[in-house]
């Protein structure tokens, strides 16, 4: 950056040489240049003379006074500026350390960087950053640039001390006439305000731009390109506002319904829904798991008598309605348990009849033994 002037800062009896260099930028706004309609031809201003008539060149524009309510113009030199007894010409004067909050914002004018002019210029600049800092307060002092005294505030910021140029106390306009008569504010309205400005969340300085800069941007590369501008949507204005309180009530639900759908979305997880025919989401590890849920609870039903387990098994299979490949190959594996305890029951029934039938034959054979 290229400094646009040197002094000092004078600190007690320490004197720290610095340059100043402008902390903003104003280019990047957006401008425009008066034409001439109806060719497109740039206006040029002239500095003409009011007496003759004529043209005047730079090297002949001077300096004059004139008195506010007075037309009278007094001419004021180069000369007879610089025999002006103005101190802090070349020197940033610091009067007092305040507060930070006993500054008005309405004071604040232009900021500036400050850095150290020179190696021995280093440590007391170093050591000025650190106090300021430390002890949490800004500097006041009278720095006279580009022709004029002005108030100036000297903070640490960033590992650099910037300086803010204060306008005076006298510059300051009164609220006279702006602020509105006396109202009443309700308790709940006070509260829901209240609660909106904290349901607003933070602010990311880097999501901040010049919207309007880049709607012209846009504007002038159509027209280079030959292409018809798009009109930008217009919203809606709120500017009338016929319920206060429901006004509040409903920010207050749209700004946490944001941060709930901004959270929602980082988080998001898919939960799979029973029932549904859309199964071609299901993992492998969840068919698996499916069906040896069903084939472990096949089984645990082989006391039971056959109907009942071919009507559990029945049952069991008529649940199911997806019809992934896993859950089929479990409706079979529940169908054949059920087959087989059938078979199996049949067969012990059979087995017990035919043991009875034995012993009630043999014990008659014994009975006719006896009696003969």
């Known amino acids: 950056m290229r400094s646009i002037w040197n002094g000092s800062i004078s600190f007690g009896l320490v004197t720290i040489p610095v340059k100043t260099y402008s902390a903003t930028d104003r280019t990047s706004s957006v401008s425009f240049v008066r034409i001439h309609e ?20 730079n090297e002949e524009v001077g300096k004059g006074y004139q008195a506010p309510g007075d037309d009278a113009i007094v001419p004021i030199t180069d000369d007879d500026l610089s025999r002006l007894p103005l101190p802090t010409a070349k020197t940033l004067s610091i009067l007092a350390f305040v507060d930070p909050a006993e500054i008005d914002p309405l004071q604040l004018d232009k900021s500036y960087y400050l850095g150290p002019n020179g190696a021995a210029a280093t440590k007391p600049y170093t050591l000025l950053r650190e106090a300021l800092e430390h002890h949490q307060k800004v500097a006041i002092g009278k720095v006279a640039m580009r022709g004029r005294e002005s108030l100036a505030m000297l903070r640490a910021h960033d590992g650099a001390i910037v300086m803010h140029s204060l306008l ?6 009164p609220a006279n006439g702006v602020v509105p008569e006396e109202v009443e504010i309700r308790e709940k309205e006070l509260t829901l305000a209240e609660t909106l400005m904290d349901s607003l969340g933070e ?10 800069r880049e709607a012209v941007e846009e504007l002038v590369a159509a027209k280079l390109e030959g292409e018809e501008p798009v009109a930008p949507a217009t919203g809606t204005s709120g500017a009338q506002v016929i319920d206060l309180t429901a006004a509040l009530e409903k920010s207050v ?11 929602e979305s980082a988080s998001a997880s898919v939960t799979p829904i029973r029932g549904r025919k859309t199964t071609k989401k299901t993992t492998a590890a969840e068919a698996k798991t ?3 849920t069903t084939a472990k609870k096949a089984p645990a039903k082989k006391t039971a008598s056959a109907p009942k387990t071919a009507s559990t098994a029945k049952k069991t299979a008529s649940k199911s309605t997806a019809k992934t490949p896993a859950e089929s190959r479990a409706k079979k594996t529940a169908k054949t348990t059920a087959e087989k305890s059938t078979k199996t029951t049949s ?4 087995t017990a009849t035919a043991t009875a039938t034995a012993k009630r034959t043999t014990a008659k054979k014994s009975g006719k033994q006896s009696s003969a």
Do not use: M, N, S
Not at 39 to 53: M, P
């Open 347 to 350: 067969k012990t029934t059979a």
């Open 203 to 212: 602010l990311d300085p880097g999501e901040l731009h010049d919207d309007y």
């Open 253 to 263: 639900r749209a700004a946490r319904g944001t941060q709930e759908g901004g959270a």
């Open 38 to 57: 109806k060719d497109g031809a740039q206006i040029q201003y002239r500095k003409i003379c009011e007496l003759d008539g004529e043209e005047v060149p």
């Open 290 to 292: 499916t069906a040896k």
């Open 168 to 173: 005076w106390p006298d510059q300051l306009r």
